[in-house]
């Protein structure tokens, strides 16, 4: 009986103190696309990458204009040629196809990585600037609303103002 007794005020003490520590939880909440689409920085960041896509899609429109070239002339002049011209000409279209998607693909895996380096700096100002307001205020947790990852919120604080102004923005 005694057992039983001190194994139910464990548990009353185990349940208490979780209560307690639920009461000493602070909440808060930010958007970070919308921290991100005004931070300093971004813009300019924007305009090299949208500079470097512009010559990457300059290269590709030569390249694609090169292929659609070779293959009108193959087709103007496919009757004319013997077997091995016509064969060695297809093999050059092909080769230039492979090219062309080759460089797509590099260029695409050119920008992503490139994207990421001209963010990181702005991204980890940010990512700073949160962490230290959630220090100063006192907060347990700071979920994303951007980013969907409330599933239920009832109310919380936004720490958007509080990290506009850490970080000197309006």
Known sequence: MKKSLIAIMVCLLALGG????????KIGHINSNDLMQIMPG?????????????????????????????????VANQAGWTELIRQTKQREIQDMAARIEEFQQS???????????????????????IADV?????YTYI??????????????DDIMPLVKKKLGLK
């Not at 979920?143 to 919380?156: K, S």
């Open 107 to 129: 260029a695409q895996k050119q920008l992503q990585d490139r994207e990421a380096e001209l963010l990181k700096p702005i991204i980890d100002r940010a990512k700073k600037a």
């Open 134 to 138: 959630a220090k100063e205020g006192g």
């Open 143 to 156: 979920f994303d609303a951007g980013t969907a990852a409330i599933l239920y919120d009832e109310g919380g």
């Open 42 to 74: 971004r813009d300019s960041a924007q305009t090299v990458l949208q500079g470097e896509v512009a010559e990457l899609e300059e290269t590709l429109k030569s390249m694609q204009a090169e292929a659609e070239k070779r293959y009108n002339d193959y």
């Open 18 to 25: 979780s209560a307690m520590a639920q009461k000493n939880t």
